[in-house]
């Protein structure tokens, strides 16, 4: 039986306190070479989530611009929203997704919200969390060119958890998500490996 290890870290991007004397030289090099303030920041807050959780491997990116590390090393997911990031590494695949609680999503959540969803997600908070949860499943799944409706799928909720079904290698994976409010924003992850249907 595989062991179940896994590290969260979310945390508020200060800039004041937030200094590249943590970087790795290579990481330095790719740091000086960002152009927008708004990525620099972003690259050192998941760089210092990373440390905190005890990281010290560089990040690599697949060409669709999904994150791991080099190896046997664990699986790794990464996000960002406002002036959040946070990483989440884990000896199975996982999906970490944070997103700032607006009413923009009401105008979009037609497009991945299937009609078996819309009656337990009804509200802006609640529509966040769809949306926050089919991000996490997009990050685990290894499928390419997934439609939010009817590839990642919700499919009921007990308290803070969903149990979802996604694709993943033209074969359907079975999930348990957490996705729960932190002041303004909706965090959703797995703390638990996906199985096959």
């Known amino acids: 039986m595989q062991e179940k290890n896994f590290k969260l870290a979310v945390n508020e991007m200060q800039f004041d306190f937030l200094r590249p004397n943590f970087l790795t030289p290579e990481e330095i090099q790719v740091f000086e070479n960002i152009q927008h303030q708004k990525r620099k920041n972003e690259y050192l807050g998941l760089r210092y989530s990373l440390r905190e959780i005890g990281c010290e491997d560089q990040v690599y990116y697949k060409a669709s611009g999904k994150p791991y590390l080099n190896g046997d090393n664990p699986f790794l997911s990464l996000s960002h929203s406002n002036n959040f990031c946070g990483v989440l590494l884990a000896s199975f695949p996982v999906g970490l997704d944070i997103e700032l609680i607006s009413g923009k ?27 926050s949860i089919k991000e996490a499943l997009f990050k685990i799944s290894d499928e390419e060119g997934l439609d939010f409706k009817s590839d990642l799928r919700i499919l009921e909720k007990t308290g803070d958890f969903y149990f979802c079904n996604y694709k993943d290698k033209n074969n359907w994976k079975s999930l348990v998500i957490r996705s729960w409010r932190m002041g303004d924003l909706i965090i959703s992850c797995n703390f638990e490996p996906p199985t096959s249907l």
Request: aromatic share 14%; glycine share 0%.
């Open 105 to 131: 999503i009401e105008r979009l959540k037609h497009k991945f919200l299937n009609e078996e969803e819309t009656v337990i997600f009804t509200d802006t908070e609640a529509w966040t969390k769809a949306w």
